[in-house]
């Protein structure tokens, strides 16, 4: 037996998260502070928020944390660097890793000519240098 809905993808639409500017979460916190005790459950409905969103924003407002009180998904992007400020920082670090490559290879450069310097010895000049060195 065959089924007659296709199945393709939830013909409904995925609920979109809302989001709190730190403006209305303030208007909401102060109005909330403001409505007596039975009233406040008519502000939530009529908002359509829960208990615990009016409670962090008001900690955050009591521990005077405006910038908690903006979403972070939401919030303002972090500023951008200029374009020349990102092309220094850039430069920079490829000249800090040139710099490193070059010390590298200066030092591999002075062991390969002490190591050429020592297999061109002639054997009498060895000899001689261990004499000198106190060696055979």
């Not at 109005?31 to 409905?45: C, H, I, Q, Y």
């Not at 303002?76 to 400020?85: D, I, S």
């Not at 092309?87 to 590298?104: F, I, S, T, Y």
Request: glycine share 6%.
């Amino acid at each position: 037996m065959t089924s007659t809905n296709p199945a393709g993808p939830d013909p409904a639409a995925r609920p979109k998260r809302r989001t709190f500017s730190p403006e209305y979460k303030l208007r909401i916190v102060a109005e909330d502070d403001a409505t007596l005790k039975n009233e406040k459950g008519a502000v939530l409905r009529r908002e359509r928020l829960y208990h615990s969103h009016v409670k962090e924003w008001r900690a955050a407002r009591d521990a005077g944390a405006l910038e908690k009180l903006i979403d972070k998904q939401t919030g303002p992007a972090r500023p951008k660097k200029l374009a020349a400020e990102a092309e220094n920082e850039k430069l920079r670090r490829q000249v800090e890793r040139l710099e490193k490559e070059l010390a590298r290879n200066k030092t591999a450069l002075e062991v390969m000519g002490k190591a050429s310097a020592l297999l061109e010895m002639t054997p009498r000049a060895r000899t001689e240098g261990c004499r000198r060195t106190g060696g055979r």
